[in-house]
């Protein structure tokens, strides 16, 4: 898994065209104001260490939260971050994995929808904590 991780003034995104066949048919547009982005890519080696991976994203997200002194994420999926790919079945189930979890902590969660090339915007601050890499 690889993230790259912005800590923002404001994220906009509107769905644009629909990638996969299988997912529901969704038209969305929304602002969301003084989050932590995550841009996140699931990686064809990450479905045999599911329980690892999982773990370790999300202690390296409330990390990331913890230090931005923020309660709010949005989760995005984002196939660009790497030239290996999990099926995209997998990469769901583990977005919405992670956004369960982090809301039973108490965190708001955002997500972009699954399955779209959306249009956004992005307002990233310009401190050193304000553009992170992890990969794991």
């Known amino acids: ?9 404001s994220f906009w995104f509107e769905t644009f065209s629909k990638t996969l066949e299988h997912v529901e048919d969704v038209k969305a547009e929304e602002k969301i104001d003084n989050a932590a982005v995550i841009f996140i890519h699931v990686e ?23 230090k931005l002194d923020k309660n709010r994420i949005v989760l995005h999926s984002f196939a660009h ?41 992005i307002h990233v601050k310009g401190e050193s904590m304000a553009k992170v890499f992890k990969e794991i």
Do not use: C, H, Q
Request: aromatic fraction near 14%; charged fraction near 30%; hydrophobic fraction near 35%.
């Open 1 to 9: 898994m690889k993230m790259l991780m912005f800590d923002t003034e």
């Open 44 to 66: 064809l080696e990450d479905e045999e260490r599911k329980n690892k991976v999982m773990k370790t994203a999300l202690k390296n997200l409330k990390w990331y939260l913890n």
């Open 81 to 121: 971050l790497s030239s290996s790919t999990s099926s995209p079945e997998f990469a769901a189930e583990l977005l919405y994995g992670m956004k369960e979890k982090l809301e039973e902590k108490n965190i708001e969660v955002f997500t972009t929808p699954f399955g779209y090339f959306s249009e956004f915007s």
